[in-house]
């Protein structure tokens, strides 16, 4: 019986490592995602407008996107790091907007680099 218990608990626990692993993951495939979406909106209103948006609300209020997404490891729209685009000496005037957006969290993917990185 003792080593009947001993086993369930060995396999529980590979079990439960699979599982977290399986859930980070998960995590950072949605994390590709929003990053993909947001870009190519901030892509798309670039191309229509002529320059970036202002922040990433404006996305949402010119309906780009439906709403700015949760970043899955902060679990907050508002982490977002938006990324200012170069200023243009040929239009002095124009805000530069934002030109790329980044996770706002401090954790290391699965394959060793920064969330903030991707």
């Not at 692993?21 to 929003?34: P, Q, T, Y």
């Not at 209020?61 to 439906?66: F, Q, V």
């Not at 907050?76 to 200023?87: K, L």
Request: aromatic share 10%; glycine share 6%; charged share 25%.
């Amino acid at each position: 019986m003792l080593i009947v218990i001993t086993l369930v608990t060995i396999l529980a626990g590979m079990a439960m490592a699979n599982y977290r692993s399986g859930v980070v993951r998960a995590r950072e495939a949605v994390l590709k995602e929003d990053l993909f979406r947001l870009r190519d909106a901030i892509d798309q209103f670039y191309a229509d407008k002529g320059q970036y948006p202002a922040d990433l609300q404006e996305l949402v209020s010119e309906g780009y996107i439906r709403r700015v997404p949760e970043d899955p490891f902060t679990e907050s729209p508002e982490t977002w790091v938006q990324i200012p685009a170069e200023f243009n000496p040929q239009d002095p005037a124009a805000e530069p907007g934002i030109f790329d957006v980044k996770s706002g969290s401090d954790a290391t993917g699965l394959d060793g680099t920064a969330y903030a990185e991707w």
